[in-house]
């Protein structure tokens, strides 16, 4: 199942520098920064909803991991 089906809509992929970003379009964003040896995994959402919706189809893909 791809992270696309999970949240039921339209997601556009980009790139920022070292920055991966998903869109989830009508729920947020979740962007993996790539790093020394880490990989930072940010969720953000103009909506408490959007950012709990993204959260929770990161952590069943990516594991249960603390936002920044």
């Known amino acids: 199942m791809t992270l696309s089906r999970l949240v039921g809509r339209k997601v556009e992929f980009s790139t920022d520098g070292a920055a991966w970003v998903a869109t989830f379009v009508e729920h947020g964003t979740g962007s993996v920064v790539v790093g020394h040896g880490v990989l930072t995994l940010i969720a953000g959402s103009q909506t408490a909803e959007g950012l709990v919706r993204v959260q929770h189809v990161r952590g069943d893909h990516l594991g249960?991991?603390?936002?920044?």
């Open 64 to 68: 249960a991991v603390r936002s920044a």
